[in-house]
């Protein structure tokens, strides 16, 4: 299906002309140009330009996986705009049943990722990877690397080179296949969490299409749609808006009503009776087939007396060293002695993956700023409470950090806003406590970008043979927090109201017995019912789709 747009752009200052028409066509982009030349008989020239497209029906590529946000979205949004659905699936073998069969969203097509990936050690194309690399400016063992597959975390498999590239190989030869197939107009996806996520998303990027990712907005329970994780759409326009001049009290207020942290704790609690629901999963898990492991590389090296052993070893590593944090972490510390704030992040997850590849160490990242402060200053360091979901850090990662001189670490449990109202300065890989200690009106030093790396507040630093000097510069930086006022109010303005983690609840324990067994067989008549149970919810993030690819054509066109 075609449709056509005409545009006329136009300025007149003379009638008396003769004119010239001629005619171009664009085979591939199918737009159609008039361009005039013109006689004029006058000095004022009139200036007409005529602009005629043709498009095609708009294409758009979904990441789908046991994430079933962006199903449920497709639903809602095939009754909201015309155009041609694709979609990568992501998936274990049981729930792929659901998704080759469903009836409720009509997909033009659909590649199982995983029929296309295969772990073995035949022989490496080398010239496509080196060719691919270059032709997208993407590091593939950048990728690799930080793939927890591949490397630190995944302990059923060591993976061999050849094995890895091997499978980048297979990766980007399908995902170029599919945009060659398709050409997409747009990428809808949630954030990605795994280099093969990360490789699709830059790989479009790279091709110019359009990207809807949904992300936390880091305002309670709203959420955004953006290109990147890394910088909001158009969040430089912030400081155009009219000051809502609130205090900075107000703004604390604001924050701790609508505490971002608050929304993951909730999600984290809120998955049914832990004993009994991990009682039934490990039993379904045990009865189950187990096919995974002879075609997902996921699952290589995964046989079930193998992960029975891991999980009881990990519970009892976790209760070692839940008591080793107890015992010698502070949960008493004095807030007289200046310092420096160093909230660790979560290890095993996509904000120090992805989002800051090459500051992964975080005890080597400690040694670090503890050797650039001030001698006046102390830095406190904070285990992430986030960190229990991983069976916290080993013991000897912990004596690590606890054996740095001018350190002091504290237990996960101390209220981190006495730390942020106290401290001279925050440094963060790239976490939110970032975001919070710019609304407590701190300086703020990152390692990676971050949608509020924009502020002038925060510094982002790129060598770390600067640290030093960047800190010094930071320590006497004076906040300006009305501009962190007009920050949160283009949050507000640009943020959406869709509850992520609270949506992540609903189907994990709809579906996934409060998100402890993901192989599961899904029926559509259930999925269904899931569905019309949403409905309004899944109308507005979808309504808010449609407007987001609007926002992109004005942007074209104009």
Known sequence: MFYVTFFSLYRLESRNHQRKCSYTKDPYHLNHKFTYNWHVKEKKPLIIFHYLRLTMKEKIIFWLGVDLTHFCLSWSLKKQIDADFYAIVDITNKPRQFFQNQKLVNFANTWFFFDHIKNSNKSVDMDYLINFEKKYNIDLWTLAINERMFYRFFTFHKFSRNEILSILESECKLFERVLDEVSPNYFITKIPSRHHHELFYRLCKARGIKILMLAQSRIGHRSIITESTKKFDSSEKYLDLELPGRSLEDLQNFLRSQNYLTTIKKYLSDTGNPLIENLRAGIQYLISENKEIDTQYYYSGKTKIKVVLSVIKWMISGKYRQMFIDKNLKKDISLSTPFVYFPMGVDMEETLLIGAPFHTNQTEIIRHVAKSVPIGFKIYVKENAGQVTRYWRRVSEYYDILNIPNVEFIHPSYDSVNLLNKCALVITINGSSGFEASVHGK??????????????SVYHIKNITDLSNVIRTSLCNKIDYTIIDRFIKWL???????????????????????????????KESVMEEFLQKNESILEELAHEHVKKINWYKNQNYF
């Open 492 to 522: 507000e303005l640009n943020s959406i109201n869709f509850d992520r983690f609270g949506f992540i609840s609903r189907y994990n324990n709809f579906f996934y017995r409060g998100g402890r067994y993901f192989n599961i067989e899904i």
């Open 443 to 456: 300086p703020v030093i990152v390692f990676s970008d971050t949608f509020y790396s924009i502020l002038p």
